[in-house]
């Protein structure tokens, strides 16, 4: 069953990539991307692990299974309603032709604004964590404080990246002068420094994404996929190498020895000895694949009941409710993994025990 489930989430892939090759714009859209970081997730990781002698250490075959065929249909689903709404958003570009234009000036100005302001909000949470030595002084951004204070703070890069993506935008419609492109090089070059020093893929990943859709959609290019396949290579190739020399990539003096090229490489595939007799864990195959297997055991599906105070109370900033009740009110868990579990809920129903700072992902939240 095993090798059935690596077939059809095989199967799946590459009728995906060939149901996109050769079409315009996929290289900047999100199929190509969730077909990389599934072929990544559910079939490297998966396939390095049995190869390895890890995989039985931490799954049963039933769990193997369901961790390749639940993302197989999810993928899949995914595909199926891109296209569908691919050709609705068609008829509706073809309907606002006729519409005015946006002024360009206007929605550089806009990103500036943006940009300046989520930067002075990342600042103040600096500042209020103890400054740049300490916030940046622990692996993974652990230095920083977000305990007490509100999201507009601690969630200030976001205004920096849509602010970022405005100012490149806007050079769709006019030249930017080079005085214009100083400002999107030092707010682009400050969110990739971020995410380095907090070894954060997500940071690493968004700017990414930010300068090259934007870009394209500045310079009103469509890159095909077989164009786009290099940039993707080469900013998964960076992301490992970050992730693998995480260790070593924040502002401290007792930092332990780095990691070699192969070892930083293999970070992300497998895990140490000492990790396997503990039973610990971050791969993300294996956390995907527990999350499921906890959510059966538990019958903890959660139905998106915890977003609900996110959408209606948790955008209220404190200093306008200073007794605004946490989340956690909400049967919302303290240490919550995911979708209604938690990292003590994995344990009790698998034996495995998850790294700090794991989490389900989509897959998983949708199922």
């Keep these: 069953m095993v090798i059935f489930a690596f077939l059809v989430m095989l199967v799946v892939l590459v009728a995906c990539l060939g ?27 998966p396939a390095y692990m049995i190869w390895n002698g890890e995989l039985e250490s931490y799954l049963a075959d039933a769990m193997v299974v369901k961790g ?114 100083v400002p999107i090089a030092i707010f682009a070059g400050g969110l990739a420094l971020n995410g380095l020093l907090q070894g954060s893929r997500h940071d690493l990943f968004a700017i990414c994404a930010i300068v090259w859709v934007s870009w394209s959609l500045a310079k009103r290019s469509r890159p095909s996929i077989d164009r786009a396949a290099p940039v993707l290579a080469l900013a998964c190739l960076t992301a490992l190498l970050m992730v693998g020399y995480r260790s070593v990539l924040y502002l401290s003096s007792d930092k332990p020895e780095a990691p070699s090229w192969t070892e930083a490489v293999t970070a992300d595939i497998g895990n140490r000895d000492a990790s396997i007799r503990l039973g610990i864990t971050g791969v993300e195959f294996v956390v995907h694949s527990v999350a499921l297997e906890t959510v059966d055991k538990t019958g903890k599906y959660d139905f998106a009941f915890n977003w609900l105070p996110v959408y209606t109370v948790h955008w209220i900033p404190k200093i306008w409710w200073p007794n605004k009740p946490p989340l956690r009110l909400a049967e919302v868990p303290l240490a919550q993994l995911g979708p209604g579990i938690t990292l003590a809920d994995v344990q009790d129903a698998t034996a495995v025990q998850l790294a700090k700072g794991c989490a389900t992902g989509i897959v998983a939240e949708m199922y």
Aim: charged share 15%; proline share 4%; with cysteine.
């Design 19 to 45: 149901s996109l090759w050769g079409r315009p714009s996929e290289g900047i859209g999100i199929p190509i991307v969730a077909i990389g970081v599934f072929a990544w997730i559910y079939l490297c990781q």
């Design 68 to 181: 390749l065929l639940v993302p197989a249909a999810a993928l899949f689903f995914l595909m199926l309603g891109w296209r569908r709404g691919e050709r609705r958003v068609r008829k509706l570009l073809e309907r606002s032709t006729s519409e005015p234009g946006w002024n360009a000036g206007r929605l550089y100005r806009y990103g500036l604004t943006a940009a300046c302001a989520g930067t002075a909000l990342h600042l103040m949470w600096v500042l209020r964590s103890g400054g740049f030595a300490q916030a940046y002084g622990q692996m993974h951004g652990h230095g920083f404080e977000s305990e007490g204070f509100t999201a507009y703070i601690y969630m200030g890069m976001f205004w920096v990246q849509s602010g970022v993506a405005m100012m490149i935008i806007s050079g769709s419609r006019r030249r930017l002068m080079p005085a214009e492109q």
